[in-house]
Nanobody, 121 residues
């Protein structure tokens, strides 16, 4: 099965940076649009950043100017560069990607397993 494998989370002090990665595990796959969501305890999951297949990006107001979403199509990987982190950014971050299996053109949306980001003050 196709999996989105996330990495890069961890513990960081306020003002620090982390880079999250989300890679589609199978072969002959292509990531179309993708996004990063986060969910803190007691809250609903919210969209943080999104990127289209053409590279256009959108960000939540709370992270504009601090986070950057990008992609490496050759590696089937989506990244989230997080700078100037704040305690309010503490959450489990989930990758979401629209993935095409190129042998059949079958398309499906997948979720990553989540990676925890903790920002201390």
């Amino acid at each position: 099965q196709v999996q989105l494998v996330e990495s890069g989370g961890g513990l960081v002090q306020a003002g620090g940076s982390l880079r999250l990665s989300c890679a589609a595990s199978g072969s002959r796959l292509r990531i179309n649009a993708a996004g990063w969501y986060r969910q803190a305890p007691g809250t609903q999951r919210e969209l943080v950043a999104a990127i289209t297949s053409g590279g256009s990006t959108n960000y939540a107001d709370s992270v504009k100017g601090r986070f950057t979403i990008s992609r490496d199509n050759a590696k089937n990987t989506v990244y989230l560069q997080m700078n100037s982190l704040k305690p309010e950014d503490t959450a489990v971050y989930y990758c979401n990607a629209d993935v095409t299996y190129e042998l059949t053109y079958l398309r499906r949306v997948y979720w990553g397993q989540g990676t925890e980001v903790t920002v201390s003050s």
